[in-house]
């Protein structure tokens, strides 16, 4: 069984009060109530929320009755739990496809319910916001959300499920059922969460998700991405401004460097995790993770000095997958790496730049598998831009 949420072993590190970076997934504060661009369609438009019914109203989305996600999920009884937060706990169910009403367990319909915990205080906006987003936008990178449920102190969401689990098990979890993901499944997944980003940042969108990880991604039974958990999820800015200000909320590891310092929050600053989790990806190896020696406990600062040089880039691959691609593939992937993670946020590529790129990528290596010819000088893409 793929289990639909889980959450990675981060680690602890101090900040101020002020600061929302966090250390464990559903420990967010903050998150943006307003409304979606309006250049989305005003079917899917949303309104400013002025009290909790408004939101869920303006939400194209099933409102279920406690008892019927209790039924779907045998009760939320422990071994139906795939999966735990700070959010609180995920459960696997069944509904009716047609009717989405309660069905037998192995019957219908597999749903994902994420039932907020009563006893935190945090989560309650994180829960309002994910509707807010993700109630009302639909692509096959981007996780479906089916539903609700908000009766007394209960708050639930209900998601389609996503068989394989997240992306940060298959990396990093060892065992017997999480095999080695293979080269060519993690470029697919690089792409598709590109992808994802691609129609988040779009000018009809136009949506930071400010929480690119590797346990936000989830993978379906055909190895599909999906991004997820649109808790810090926040609007673009508006008008000639070049940033949101913001509190500084996400996760240690992945957050870009800017953000941090400033709190000035842009998409650019999403193509920063998104070089960290490319080179997650590349490496096998956590964001952060002080079981590693002196000198590696951050990713990012171990592996840049390495990839910018090509005789070191083998150093930084993950050794389980040696064998699978070319250095000529390293190269481009390790070079894409290293401009989403610059330190300058314009010397980042955008995020069509990127899925270019990967989409090359991906192409140039079925042209070559299946022919066996020496790919042409002349096809590789040109410079990014930022």
């Given at each position: ?335 894409l790496a290293i401009q989403c993670l610059s330190t300058e946020q314009k010397l980042r590529p955008n995020i069509n730049e990127v899925v270019r790129l990967l989409e090359h990528l991906h192409d140039s290596k079925d042209t070559s598998s299946s022919s066996n010819a020496t790919p042409n000088p002349s096809l590789s893409p040109s410079p990014l831009r930022s």
């Amino acid at each position: 069984m793929g289990c639909f949420f889980s959450v990675p072993s981060k680690i602890k590190a101090e900040s101020p009060p002020r600061n929302g970076l966090n250390s464990k997934d559903g420990s967010k504060e903050e998150n943006d109530l307003s409304c979606l661009s309006s250049k989305v369609s005003s079917s899917a438009m949303l309104l400013t929320p002025q009290s909790e019914d408004e939101i869920l109203q303006a939400s194209n989305l099933k409102n279920f009755t406690f008892n019927e996600l209790r039924t779907a999920t045998r009760n939320f009884r422990p071994d139906s739990m795939v999966g735990e937060g700070g959010f609180g706990c995920v459960f696997k169910g069944w509904i009716d496809e047609h009717t989405l009403a309660p069905t037998k367990p192995g019957t219908g319909m597999v749903i994902a319910v994420k039932r907020l915990n009563q006893e935190s205080n945090q989560g309650h906006i994180e829960w309002l916001t994910e509707i807010n987003y993700l109630g009302q936008l639909s692509h096959p990178n981007l996780v479906k959300l089916i539903g609700y449920s908000l009766e007394d102190d209960h708050r639930i969401l209900v998601y389609e499920f996503v068989a394989k689990g997240s992306l940060d098990n298959h990396l990093f979890r060892r065992g017997s059922y999480f095999q080695p993901l293979s080269w060519n499944i993690r470029m697919k997944v690089a792409l598709d969460a590109a992808k994802g980003l691609a129609f988040l940042h779009s000018d009809e969108v136009d949506v930071i998700y400010r929480d690119f990880k590797t346990s936000n991604i989830l993978l379906d039974s055909n190895y599909n991405a999906k991004l997820s958990d649109f808790g810090l999820a926040k609007n673009g800015p508006e008008g000639d401004k070049s940033h949101v200000s913001t509190r500084v909320m996400g996760t240690y590891g992945y957050a870009a460097p800017e953000y941090i310092a400033t709190g000035h929050l842009t998409k650019k600053s999403d193509i920063y995790s998104f070089g960290v989790v490319l080179l997650e990806l590349m490496s096998g190896k956590r964001a952060l993770d002080d079981n590693r020696p002196s000198g590696e406990h951050s990713l990012v600062e171990w592996a840049k000095p390495l990839l910018t040089n090509k005789h070191k880039i083998s150093q930084v691959m993950d050794a389980r997958i040696e064998g699978q691609y070319s250095k000529r593939e390293a190269k481009r992937i390790a070079h894409l790496a290293i401009q989403c993670l610059s330190t300058e946020q314009k010397l980042r590529p955008n995020i069509n730049e990127v899925v270019r790129l990967l989409e090359h990528l991906h192409d140039s290596k079925d042209t070559s598998s299946s022919s066996n010819a020496t790919p042409n000088p002349s096809l590789s893409p040109s410079p990014l831009r930022s």
